[in-house]
């Protein structure tokens, strides 16, 4: 992503942006970010300018990034280990997955940056989630399987925090970037795993990972007996957020 774009979407959601950054002007911001970029990862770079402009959000905020940042270190060493464990990934798929890894190293970085003293440590995982997939390292299957649970949970886990990120206009607009490249993953694992790009119902994965997902009224509007279409294919067109709670009940069998 061009990272002046970035300035100027940033910008246009919060016209103090570089008010807040008094040390530094437009100019020299862009200029500095632009030489850095040459050596640092531009997502660092990033995260270096909104701790700096945003270092004073409040707790609420900074709870929000923190368990986002939960989430983007479970996905980031699922991916790092999966693609280290020689010969589970077919060759045909290590460029996709490759590249998530890189996607999901980045968002850590980001979010570490920005939450600078403040970011939790990475917890240990347990990629088994206590034994229940024993063969996630070992069998494709199994690892593909857990990806799309991941990448699917962290799309809605996302969507259930934009509310409380609607006080700092740039973090959100972070978060939604965030949150559109994880939806992009979902689909391309989703389709690798020859499901649907989008989430039907409550699939058959372990868990609560798709709870909610066969909702077919919306903000209490009977969207089925509106269009005509039965309840399934309603529920096709809606993602429904998750609460911090059930995302929580989702990750924590991963957490050693």
Known sequence: MNLQNILHEIEQVDGEV???LKHVTRRHMFSSITKKALSVAAPAVMATALNKAYAQSGS???????????????????????????????????????????????????????????????????????GTFPTVFTNFQTFSAVAQAFEDTGVRAYKGQAANLMSNDAVLTIALQI???????????????????????????????????????????????????????????FDEPLTKEQVLAIATPFIA
């Open 18 to 20: 570089y008010d807040r």
């Open 60 to 130: 609420s905020v900074t709870d929000v990034l923190n368990f986002a940042l939960t989430l983007e270190y479970l996905e980031a060493e699922f991916y790092n280990r999966g693609l280290a464990a020689g010969g589970l990934i077919p060759a045909q798929y290590r460029d996709l997955f490759d590249q998530i890894r890189k996607h999901e190293d980045a968002h850590v970085a980001l979010l570490r940056g920005a939450l600078g003293s403040a970011a939790v440590a990475k917890p240990n995982f347990d990629f088994t989630a206590k």
């Open 179 to 237: 949150h559109s490249v994880e939806a992009r993953h979902a689909a391309r694992v989703r389709m690798l795993n020859n499901a649907k790009g989008w989430i039907v119902g409550m699939e058959g994965f372990p868990g609560a990972v798709y709870a909610g997902e066969q909702a077919a009224r919306e903000r209490e509007v009977n969207v089925a007996g509106l269009t005509g279409q039965t309840e399934m294919k309603v529920s096709e067109a």
